[in-house]
């Protein structure tokens, strides 16, 4: 059973920038496709980036491409996203997924992904 835990999140001015990152453990499989999913009340959770630690281009949501960047710490094993340039509507709670399966060809349906973290809070003012 895989555990993420996610931290970083805050609240931050527009044109800010936070880190994100979720600590996976127990993990037994070699490789993992791991995405960062967002929600916003009363919307649904939608797809952010996505990387596979085995390696390969990771891809982004058009929203976020070019201000939002993934990256793994294998040794660590750990998930980054680094928000630059934020705007209000990043505002969301922010998930870290992970499934032990290569990635599809976009970000992928939540339900795709097994395992979740309990997310943290991204708040951005304008």
């Known amino acids: 059973q895989v555990q993420l835990v996610e931290s970083g999140g805050g609240s931050v001015q527009a044109g800010g920038s936070l880190r994100l990152s979720c600590a996976a453990s127990g993990a037994t499989y070699s490789s993992y496709c791991m995405a960062w999913f967002r929600q916003a009340p009363g919307k649904e959770r939608e797809g952010v980036a996505r990387i596979y630690t085995g390696g390969g281009t990771p891809i982004y949501a058009a929203t976020v491409k070019g201000r939002f960047t993934i990256s793994q710490d294998n040794a660590k094993n750990t998930l980054y996203l680094q928000m630059n340039s934020l705007k209000p509507e990043d505002t969301a709670k922010y998930y870290c997924?992970?499934?032990?399966?290569?990635?599809?060809?976009?970000?992928?349906?939540?339900?795709?992904?097994?395992?979740w973290g309990q997310g943290t809070q991204v708040t951005v003012s304008s």
């Open positions: 997924a992970a499934v032990p399966r290569p990635c599809m060809l976009g970000i992928g349906v939540p339900q795709y992904y097994t395992f």
